[in-house]
């Protein structure tokens, strides 16, 4: 399974590209930092062309940027992407 890890804020997002969901995201996200591994993206043509090319099967979100999510949750559902919810409790 191919999954994006999205760190939305707004008018933008950070993206980063998971063969799996890791046990420990944390660490995951510590490890992928040294290799630079992120995509920042805006709410554009451009930016959702950038996360379709990634070719994932779904995305993760955290529920707390709801709001911001929208632009990403529209584009997931519209092109039959899954929609993960992850606590940012779970993060650790």
Not at 1 to 8: E, H, T
Not at 13 to 34: G, M, N, S, T, W
């Given at each position: 399974m191919?999954?994006?890890?999205?760190d939305?804020?707004r008018?933008?997002?950070?993206l980063c590209?998971?063969?799996?969901f890791?046990?420990?995201?944390?660490?995951h996200?510590r490890l992928?930092?040294?290799?630079?591994?992120?995509?920042k993206?805006?709410c554009d043509?451009?930016?959702?062309?950038?996360?379709?090319?990634l070719?994932a099967?779904?995305i993760?979100?955290?529920?707390?940027?709801?709001?911001?999510s929208?632009f990403?949750?529209?584009?997931?559902?519209?092109?039959?992407?899954?929609?993960?919810?992850v606590?940012h409790?779970d993060?650790?």
């Amino acid at each position: 399974m191919r999954i994006i890890g999205l760190d939305v804020g707004r008018g933008s997002a950070v993206l980063c590209c998971l063969d799996e969901f890791p046990d420990i995201i944390l660490q995951h996200y510590r490890l992928l930092r040294k290799d630079r591994q992120f995509y920042k993206v805006n709410c554009d043509r451009i930016g959702a062309d950038k996360l379709l090319s990634l070719q994932a099967d779904g995305i993760v979100l955290e529920p707390s940027g709801h709001w911001y999510s929208q632009f990403w949750v529209t584009l997931a559902k519209h092109h039959n992407l899954a929609i993960y919810w992850v606590s940012h409790t779970d993060l650790y």
